[in-house]
């Protein structure tokens, strides 16, 4: 059974920093695009930033800047850098990825890491 399990949110004051990490297992053959997703209370979960497998990096506009994302295809682990928080960042953040495993593409994601900023 292939799973990602995230870790590193909490809270922090506005300004501060997290760093967020996902770790992929299982019986995975490859890897394709990770990334990270964010869901405020009574908003729709919205894309953060991705990472494909070759570096090719992209970001949301609100956080461009401030966030950075980074993958290790050798350790199946990608991870966000959060700077310059700030309230409007808080959110659960889910890592997701596209997996082939068992000759099949899955579309996996974490459980979810709670980021709390106080202004």
């Known amino acids: 059974q292939v799973q990602l399990v995230e870790s590193g949110g909490g809270l922090v004051q506005g300004g501060g920093s997290l760093r967020l990490s996902c770790a992929a297992s299982?019986?995975?053959?490859?890897?394709?695009?990770m990334g990270w997703y964010r869901q405020a209370p009574g908003k729709q979960r919205e894309l953060v930033a991705t990472?494909?497998?070759?570096?090719?990096?992209n970001y949301a506009d609100s956080v461009k800047g401030r966030f950075t994302i980074s993958r290790d295809n050798a350790k199946n682990t990608v991870n966000l850098q959060l700077n310059s928080l700030k309230p409007e960042d808080t959110a659960v953040y889910y890592c997701?990825?596209?997996?082939?495993?068992?000759?099949?593409?899955?579309?996996?994601w974490g459980q979810g890491t709670l980021v709390t900023v106080s202004s």
């Open positions: 299982g019986s995975i053959f490859s890897i394709g695009t």
């Open positions: 990472a494909t497998s070759g570096g090719i990096t």
């Open positions: 997701k990825a596209r997996v082939l495993a068992d000759g099949r593409y899955l579309e996996i």
